[in-house]
């Protein structure tokens, strides 16, 4: 009898982190000071965590619909070939059944939620089977399609929660999915070697410094807008909000990401696993409380300091 954990490994949780970014919109829209912002918060979360679980159950069902059909090329693959469906560990029926079950049960959901919600959902199951039917085969296509499908993820949270989807949530989330999915085929590449293009046809259009040019370029653009996105929204508070100082943070994380990549790192194939990584683990940590004490924070710290020590710290002047 297959066990339950091979149809748990068919759904690939450890993926699941892609759609924390429908989450965005209530950190990074219009931001308050924060008891009005915490109140925004805790009002959004349930729709957004049941927005959550619609993009996992959708995106496992995707998952699943792959694996099938590629069934025989992930046998061929050093890695795929472990999978439940070519390992034998798996029955293509079950997960068939699986895998529709899990689809119709999102779309209900997002149906009965909301309908702007459910459009999202749907334009983002058009655009993960083209990219699995077709698009993936093409260069430079299959990675922009990738980062339509990030940026799906994101805008449906605006629309769980009745908030505008903003250029910069849209420019931002591009990117950084750009610096994924190029990050990825660089390690690919590297895992496969010469017999790259037998297991991902893309691979005879793809060449190393082609995919050098996008991570720099991707990685660039990531730290560049999320720049201009702290000097735009907080330039005119940035002495009781300097979110600015934040920005060389980002820039070291997208850094120790590239690094990681180069250096042929799981991450680049794994992004789940950067987590593991005790530069981004840090690095992370200190980006989340920065960015919450500059936001929140800052001007009750400086006050309290100013109080201490009057010569060193010069009052704030409210815009």
């Not at 931001?31 to 619609?54: E, H, R, T």
Request: hydrophobic residues 50%; proline residues 5%; contains cysteine.
């Amino acid at each position: 009898m297959m066990g339950y954990y091979e149809y748990l490994r068919l759904m690939r949780p450890h993926q699941w982190y892609k759609n924390v970014l429908v989450f965005l919109p209530v950190v990074f829209g219009t931001q308050k000071f924060f008891p009005v912002w915490l109140n925004d918060v805790v009002g959004s979360m349930p729709v957004l965590f049941l927005g959550f679980a619609v993009l996992c159950a959708v995106s496992s069902a995707g998952y699943i619909f792959n694996d099938i059909v590629d069934e025989e090329k992930d046998a061929a693959h050093p890695e795929k070939r472990d999978r439940p469906l070519p390992s034998g560990q798996a029955s293509r029926s079950t997960a068939l059944i699986l895998a529709t079950v899990l689809m119709s049960v999102g779309l209900i959901i997002a149906w009965l939620q909301d309908i702007a919600f459910l459009l999202m959902i749907l334009l983002y199951i058009v655009n993960s089977q083209l990219y699995n039917w077709k698009l993936r085969n093409y260069a430079i296509i299959d990675v922009c399609v990738i980062a339509v499908g990030f940026i799906i993820r994101a805008v449906s949270g605006t629309f769980l929660i009745n908030k505008p989807f903003t250029s910069w949530l849209v420019i931002g989330v591009f990117f950084f999915a750009l610096v994924l999915g190029f990050g990825k085929r660089k390690n690919e590449l590297q895992l496969l070697g010469a017999d790259a293009a037998l297991h991902k046809p893309v691979f005879k259009q793809y060449t190393e410094t082609m995919l050098d040019q996008g991570i720099a370029m991707a990685a660039t653009w990531v730290v560049a807008f999320y720049a201009l996105y702290c000097y735009e929204n907080y330039q005119a508070t940035t002495e009781s909000q300097p979110v600015i100082i934040t920005v060389p943070i980002v820039a070291g994380l997208v850094l120790r990401y590239v690094h990681l990549v180069y250096k042929g790192s799981d991450v680049g194939r794994k992004p789940h696993l950067a987590i593991k990584d005790k530069g981004i683990l840090a690095g992370a940590i200190l980006f989340i409380a920065t960015l919450l004490v500059t936001l929140f924070f800052y001007q009750g710290i400086y006050d309290y300091l100013f109080n201490l020590f009057p010569p060193l710290f010069p009052p704030i002047i409210q815009p």
